[in-house]
């Protein structure tokens, strides 16, 4: 939340260029985690889209839930791995982030629309109600991929 207040700080105070809060976020959450630079590699593919501070908010705060589950439970211990986040506008009505990861990944029968942890719960309700946008969950070999689609507000 601290990076937003200071993202509106040094802004319009109406929008946030959120392709850098997606960078300096990840960098930031990395660096708090203690996570030393050769063990998890970050890849960035964002550009600059701007997000007034009611789709800001929750959309970093979604973020954050999805990097720091990264950080917490994809890598073993003392495992090296990838993280890779991108954001792109798709279409004139659409904005998608995607993070994913290389890790362990999600059980074969996992269901975003009937999971009980928390962390994907909060990605689900802010996703779909507060964004106004869809979230979807695939599991990769390795890893697991987060796709989140929501309304472009440049375009309304």
């Known amino acids: 939340m601290s990076l937003v ?7 319009d105070l109406n929008n946030i260029d959120f392709g850098e809060y997606v960078n300096e976020l990840a960098h930031m959450l990395l660096r708090n985690y203690k996570i030393k630079p050769d063990a998890i590699s970050l890849e960035l593919d964002t550009e600059s ?19 720091t589950n990264i950080l917490k439970y994809a890598f073993g211990e003392g495992k090296d ?5 991108s954001l792109h506008i798709i279409d004139k009505k659409t904005i998608e982030l995607r993070v994913q990861d290389n890790g362990m990944g999600i059980p074969d029968d996992f269901d975003i ?15 779909n109600k507060q964004l106004r946008g869809t979230v979807e969950c695939r599991k990769l070999q390795p890893g697991t991929e987060v796709i989140i689609r929501f309304r472009n507000p440049k375009n309304e």
């Open 5 to 11: 207040h200071e993202k509106l700080y040094r802004s």
């Open 81 to 85: 791995g990838e993280i890779f986040i």
């Open 49 to 67: 889209v701007l997000l007034p501070i009611d789709l800001a908010v929750p959309c970093g705060l979604m973020l954050n839930e999805l990097i």
């Open 113 to 127: 629309d009937k999971t009980e942890t928390l962390d994907f719960k909060i990605v689900k309700i802010i996703g």
